[in-house]
């Protein structure tokens, strides 16, 4: 697996985040880096920070990553891990897509702290712009959530269509490396509605996309799609959420402002935000050369 790349800023929910990254490089053999953004203070129109000033600033903060990193590594084993460390000035969202570009990383792991954890993700916090901007998936980890494996996972579908099926990679990969069973959950607003056409060949498509994992579909019907996919999280003692946000509003739509009860996930279950790709030129020969194989 590509590295995976784990922003800190030392908080409590950040190192959580390290915790879920670490399960996953366990599994894949990837390397951690941990990133550490910051921006300089707005001084006085009279004062100004020195050069000395920057660099002493930027000392302070890789010492405390290779502190981090080092308490990591005693934790989980130095002999399985590998942490490196990196510290950039700058705007954090900013910094965080620069440096999984730079690293070519395959997944971004980070926390989101608060009372209402998983309902920031999708309103406004750094953690949303940085779904929304990052090319490689964003693992979302509440500061409560606590590791368990992935034993179940939950992908939250609303069945239009997709573009491709790379798309899926990371979630199939994750699933096989943990033997995970996925549970495809969609939630209609009432009985009449019926699946179009393009639904319908999605859930075929689906049903091809994860036919190497224990798989299965299950539907609700209610007006209150976020209460259902809570229920349906608690009930079925979900490890991990999956989506694709940036293609759908689904999500903007589960946490939308007018929602009013309390968390809707009790900031338990970490969110696997999965962006959606385009095939090149290349991959769309080899995808039609697999179909045509499969005509023959």
Do not use: W
């Not at 700058?90 to 209402?116: L, R, W, Y």
């Not at 798309?167 to 033997?179: D, H, K, R, T, Y």
């Not at 009930?235 to 402002?257: C, G």
């Amino acid at each position: 697996m590509k590295p995976i790349l784990v922003p800190t800023d030392f908080s409590k929910c950040s190192y959580n985040a390290a915790h879920f990254a670490i399960a996953l490089a366990k599994e894949t053999k990837a390397k951690i880096i941990l990133l550490h953004v910051y921006q300089f203070p707005n001084p006085p129109a009279v004062t100004h920070i020195t050069p000395i000033a920057q660099l002493d600033m930027q000392d302070e903060r890789l010492k405390r990553v290779y502190e981090m990193a080092e308490f990591e590594l005693t934790l989980h084993g130095k002999e399985e891990l590998v942490i490196e460390s990196e510290v950039i000035a700058g705007f954090t969202v900013e910094g965080i897509i620069t440096a999984s570009q730079k690293h070519d990383a395959g997944i971004i792991v980070m926390g989101t702290q608060g009372a209402d954890g998983l309902k920031k993700i999708f309103m406004g916090s750094n953690t949303s712009n940085v779904i929304s901007k990052s090319s490689c998936p964003v693992l979302a980890v509440p500061e409560n959530a606590k590791y368990l494996g992935f034993n179940k996972v939950v992908f939250a579908a609303d069945f239009h269509e997709i573009k491709s099926n790379i798309s899926f990679e990371p979630l199939v990969e994750i699933a096989l490396l943990f033997n995970s069973e996925t549970l495809i959950f969609s939630v209609r607003k009432n009985e009449s509605d019926i699946p179009s056409i393009i639904q319908a060949f999605e859930r075929l498509n689906l049903d091809k996309v994860f036919e190497r994992i224990p798989h299965s579909f299950h539907t609700a019907v209610s007006e209150d799609t976020a209460g259902e996919i809570d229920k349906f999280v608690n009930t079925n003692h979900i490890d991990l959420l999956v989506t694709m946000p940036q293609k759908h509003s689904y999500l903007e739509l589960i946490f939308n402002k007018s929602i009013t009860h309390d968390l809707v996930f009790h900031a338990t279950v970490p969110i696997l935000c999965l962006p959606e790709k385009k095939l090149t030129i290349e991959k769309q020969n080899r995808e039609y050369e697999k179909a045509d194989k499969g005509l023959n």
